[in-house]
T-cell receptor, first 114, second 111 residues
């Protein structure tokens, strides 16, 4: 089983709909991140969380919200989806105790907004 | 603001060639630098991580170097194979928080 699991893997929806992307991890890491990847733009940070009660905005947080329900779960919501939010979304985790260690990524969620 | 640049954006080589991918960053105050591989439509696989105090890391045919003072890292791939075809991403970690990514180099190795 994957250490970082994202659901759904693919989603097609319409403009104006509310969407939630889920991320769960079994690595026991306390830090979790959401990134989006657009063709030609690389990955950009949306939100990150260092603990259950800690939420921080990243470079491109507008139009998104997150919830850290438990140490192992970090969900990303699009309250009213718009076409330019079509992208590949990645969740990642890292460990505070060994903060100079690699980040671990899920397989991504491909989201299309029509 | 930290910016990460990868050159070239795309590279095509015949099988067996040794090659170098380049990554540069504007702020040398980094925690570490990580190289990833991404296959089309897939997630990111971590290849090598170099701590700020290190000069290089090696894993099999891969060698990554880091020169913090000049803001540069290179990923050296020896004896390239068609299975090495993928996009390679460089990312820097500042203050132990989130990663800042370059746009990647797409490598194609022909047999």
């Amino acid at each position: 089983d994957a250490d970082v699991t994202q659901t759904p893997r693919n989603r097609i929806t319409k403009t104006g709909k509310r969407i939630m992307l889920e991320c769960s991890q079994t690595k026991g890491h306390d830090r979790m991140y959401w990134y989006r990847q657009d063709p030609g733009l690389g990955l950009r940070l949306i939100y990150y969380s260092f603990d259950v009660k800690d939420i921080n905005k990243g470079e491109i947080s507008d139009g998104y919200s997150v919830s850290r329900q438990a140490q192992a779960k970090f969900s990303l919501s699009l309250e009213s989806a718009i076409p330019n939010q079509t992208a590949l979304y990645f969740c990642a985790t890292s460990d505070t105790e060994h903060s100079n260690q690699p980040q671990h990524f899920g397989d991504g969620t491909r989201l299309s907004i029509l | 603001k930290q910016e990460v640049t990868q050159i070239p954006a795309a590279l095509s080589v015949p099988e067996g060639e040794n090659l170098v991918l380049n990554c540069s960053f504007t702020d040398s105050a980094i925690y570490n630098l990580q190289w990833f591989r991404q296959d089309p439509g897939k997630g990111l696989t971590s290849l090598l991580l170099i701590q700020s105090s290190q000069r290089e890391q090696t894993s099999g045919r891969l060698n990554a170097s880091l020169d913090k003072s000049s803001g540069r890292s290179t990923l050296y791939i020896a004896a390239s194979q068609p299975g090495d075809s993928a996009t390679y991403l460089c990312a820097v970690n500042q203050a132990g928080t989130a990663l800042i990514f370059g746009k990647g180099t797409t490598l194609s190795v022909s047999s």
